[in-house]
């Protein structure tokens, strides 16, 4: 579990009485098509809580910022992050049926806190005609940071033994639609259509048949399903909505598949020949050719037609802006002037508060001064949450005999949950003020190409929903982050009114941004900003809060 500098809130650590570690799989342009014939790519990448160093957290959500090349650090991620790793499952503890947590996950709901269906692209077209190519073509100029890659060979059936020795002497029809289990297949489109884990099998070319493993798939903000019969069937079109069919030259694609049956997929010269002739060119003829009615695009010579993609790539950027899937800008110029809502509450702006403000804003001052100035706001932030909590009427005896009308905190459990990292230093405060508290963490980073938040890391106690939540951030601006770790809450069924978000400082727009998406969110902050900055920085702000407070280096685009 990351601790991003946490060395003076030891005792903090023994409130997690918490349920396992839940983080997966796939970072930015993660792909699974779950067949193993060397189609090369991989597919599910578990990133550990350790990798995700502690430079690169989030800055805290006034400082996130756009950066618009990609660098090579970011190339170097995506690269990395795409590579096989020995077991994706080992990473992957619970997930329950409705929410997806994945390293690197970005937004999967709009702006108004609503999950948003993910945009499906169906490619079908014949035998080695370049599906799979296009596909990875598509991704790769997608360029963005959540696609999943399905193939409709996962979903070739189980054979018997009758079978199995047919397909050993390339006598087994695999070019016809019964070869399919078309049942688990629309199951399975439907599942990732509506953002929920699914387990997809594993095919072997080789062996004609299932590994006894499956793939693990979430939800993403692309799918692309991609094979021969993939327009066969009307269920499934109907769960498509982009339809692509590669047209590739029938030579071609024969020489292809000769080529890579023989190098790839265990097979020789004369069973391909035999297969090709008396199945799988009757079948294109039959079967594939006449759904191509269904395309919306067809792309002559597949992956090489760079124009045909250029296309669809624009078409898809426009749906997922349609979506609401770029979240952070379109957050970040709504709601200007309106007015304050109810659900805000802001501590009273005395000179106390103001004078401890000004020595946290002050740029001037040191580490040592801002962690201590920092601590006592962070803490009359914190009971000032505490108080709007329901208080209950209740008689005690004083040591005198005689008794006392007090009041009692009505609810028994209470959970902190910091969003990672500047959050993290509000953890202290609340395990002090409140004495049986459960503490839970969100880790959320600013991808520095996009600027849309993603998720890294969670850990929240099992029961959450059971509980009162205070979330906690040190700064809120565009509000993306909060919103994003609310969505989470919100998916491990804490009810909206049961969520109280409690932070140092917020820009204006972050709150009327969780205020528009969960309208029963309470919004606890010390001082309200006007202004965001192009670069989503709080104006005036503090600066970068974790930064200073850790004593980390500033990031580049604050320097300057
Ligand atoms: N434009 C191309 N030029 C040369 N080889 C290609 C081209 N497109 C695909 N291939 C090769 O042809 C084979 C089949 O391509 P693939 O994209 O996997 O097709 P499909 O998914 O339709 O079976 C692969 O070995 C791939 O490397
Ligand atoms: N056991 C199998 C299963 C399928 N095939 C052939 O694969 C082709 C589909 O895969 P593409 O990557 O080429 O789309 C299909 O034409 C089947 O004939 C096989 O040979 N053995």
Redesign the pocket.
């Known amino acids: 579990m990351p601790s991003f500098g946490a060395k003076d809130h030891t005792d903090v650590n023994d409130r997690h009485d918490l349920e396992p570690l839940l983080i997966d799989h796939v970072g930015a342009n993660g792909i699974c098509n779950g067949s193993t014939d060397g189609h090369g790519v991989d597919y599910c990448c578990p990133a550990s809580p350790t990798t995700v160093p502690a430079k690169t957290a989030r800055s805290n959500s006034s400082e996130s910022t756009v950066r618009p090349p990609r660098t090579a650090r970011q190339r170097q991620r995506t690269t990395s992050m795409s590579q096989k790793t020995s077991n994706p499952s080992e990473s992957i503890i619970r997930a329950n049926n409705r929410t997806i947590y994945t390293a690197g996950r970005p937004p999967w709901y709009n702006c108004a806190g609503q999950q948003v269906e993910p945009f499906v692209i169906g490619i079908c077209g014949g ?2 005609s370049g ?2 190519t296009v596909a990875q073509k598509i991704i790769e100029s997608l360029d963005v940071p959540w696609v999943t890659l399905l193939s409709m ?1 996962c979903f ?1 059936k189980i054979l018997n033994d009758k079978q199995h020795d047919q ?1 050993l002497q390339n006598e087994y029809n ?2 016809h639609p019964d070869a399919f289990d078309i049942d688990l297949m629309i199951d399975v489109l439907r599942k990732l259509k509506e953002g929920r884990k699914v387990e997809v099998p594993i095919y072997n ?1 080789i062996t ?1 048949s299932r590994e006894p493993t499956t793939k693990t798939m979430y939800g993403a903000n692309v799918i692309i399903f991609e ?2 019969l993939v327009f066969h069937s009307p269920e499934v079109l109907k769960l498509l909505d982009m339809k692509v069919f590669v047209d590739t030259d029938a030579d071609i694609r024969l020489a292809r ?1 000769l080529k890579r ?1 023989i190098s790839q ?1 265990g097979r020789d010269l004369e069973g391909v020949l035999k ?1 090709y002739s008396t ?2 060119k009757p079948s294109y003829a039959n079967y594939i050719a006449p759904t191509m009615v269904h395309a919306d695009i067809i792309v002559p010579r597949g992956g090489e037609n760079k124009v045909a993609i250029h296309l669809i790539v624009q078409h898809v950027h426009t749906q997922l802006q349609l979506r609401g899937f770029k979240l952070r800008e379109t957050l970040a110029n709504s709601y200007i002037g309106e007015p304050m809502p109810d659900s805000l509450h802001l501590l009273p702006t005395t000179p106390q508060i103001k004078g401890l403000h000004t020595f946290i804003r002050n740029r001037e001052t040191s580490r040592d001064e801002f962690i201590f100035y920092s601590k006592r706001l962070i803490r009359l932030v914190i009971e000032y949450a505490l108080s709007l909590f329901p208080f209950t009427p209740v008689t005690v005896e004083t040591p005198q005999g005689v008794t006392y009308e007090g009041q009692r905190l009505a609810c028994k459990r209470i959970c902190g949950v910091s969003i990672l990292r500047a959050g993290e230093t509000m953890e202290q405060a609340i395990c002090d003020v409140c004495k049986d508290i459960r503490i839970g963490k969100i880790l959320i980073q600013t991808n520095q190409v996009t600027g849309e938040p993603e998720l890294y890391y969670l850990r929240l106690p099992k029961d959450i929903k059971d509980f009162k939540v205070i979330l906690m951030d040190a700064t809120v601006a565009t509000g993306a982050a909060a919103m994003m770790a609310i969505r989470v809450l919100l998916d491990h069924d804490v009810p909206e009114e049961n969520i109280m978000l409690v932070s140092l400082l917020m820009a204006e727009i972050g709150v009327h941004s969780i205020a528009y998406a969960f309208p029963n969110v309470r919004i606890v902050t010390s001082a309200l900003d006007p202004e965001i900055n192009e670069k989503f920085y709080v104006i005036p702000g503090i600066g970068n809060f974790g930064d200073r407070y850790f004593g980390t280096e500033p990031s580049e685009e604050y320097i300057s």
């Open positions: 035998s080695a599906k799979t060979d070739y397909a695999f070019d070319f004609h094979g021969i598949r049956d997929r297969q199945m799988v």
